[in-house]
C-alpha cells in the first residue's frame, strides 16, 4: 500500500527541481509532462494528427505548431486533452503497478494541473510547489520565447497559488534556495513515513 504524493505547481514555482529532489532522495517518481513528452513522439501522434491536422512532422507533434493551433480555443484543447489524458493515465497506471511491485513505501505523481483538473481524490497527499508572484514572473520570462502573452494564457488556465496553498497538504517554497527546499522536501518524506495509502488509489 504505497503512499502516492501527488506533486503539482504553477509554472516557474520549481517543481521540476523538488520533482528531482525526491527522485535524489529514492522516491520513484512519475513525471506527466515526461510521459506527454514520449506520447507525443509515439501513441499520440497519429491521434493528434488526425485531430489537428499538419501538426506532426515525421511522425512526431510539433509542439510549436500544437500550440498554435490550440491557444486562446477552449474547444481545440478540450479535443485534445481528450486525446492525451486517457493516455498518460494509462501511463501513470503501468508506473504505479510497478511501484508497489517495488514495494516502495512512497510514490510521487508529478502533475502540473493536478488541482485544476480535480485528480487529487486520487492520492492520499498533495505537494504543492510554490513561490512568491514576482519571483515566478521573472523565471518564466526569462525563459527562452517565453512572452507576456503565452505568460498570460498559461496563467488563465492554472488556479491561482493562493487556492492551490489552501488545498495543499504539503508545501515547498522554492524561494528560499536549494537547501531549504531540500529540508522541506526531506521533512515531507519523514511526516509519511510509516503511511499506508489506500488499497485501492490507482483504481
Known sequence: ?????????SIGMGKSTTSAMFRAAGVPVHDADQAVHDLYAGA?????????PGTTANGVVDRARLSAA?????????????????????????????????GAAVAVLDIPLLLETG????????????????????????????TEEKF??????????AEKRRRAHFLVDTS??????????????????GRFGRPQRAG
Do not use: W
Not at 44 to 52: D, G, S, W, Y
Not at 81 to 94: D, F, S, T, W, Y
Open 176 to 193: 528560499r534556495g536549494l537547501v531549504a527546499a531540500e529540508r522541506q522536501v526531506r521533512s515531507i518524506l519523514n511526516a509519511v513515513a
Open 1 to 9: 500500500m504505497t503512499f502516492l504524493l501527488g506533486l503539482t505547481g
Open 119 to 146: 485528480g487529487e481524490g486520487r492520492y492520499d497527499g498533495v505537494v504543492v510547489v510554490t513561490a512568491p508572484a514576482e519571483v515566478q514572473r521573472k523565471r518564466v520570462l526569462g525563459r527562452p520565447g517565453m
Open 44 to 52: 499520440a501522434a497519429p491521434q493528434i494528427e488526425a485531430a489537428f
Open 70 to 102: 490550440v491557444l486562446g480555443r477552449p474547444e481545440a484543447l478540450a479535443k485534445l486533452e481528450a486525446i492525451v489524458h486517457p493516455l498518460v493515465r494509462a501511463e501513470e497506471q503501468a508506473f504505479l503497478a510497478k511501484a508497489r511491485r517495488g
Open 152 to 161: 498570460a494564457a498559461i496563467l488563465a488556465r492554472q488556479m491561482p497559488d
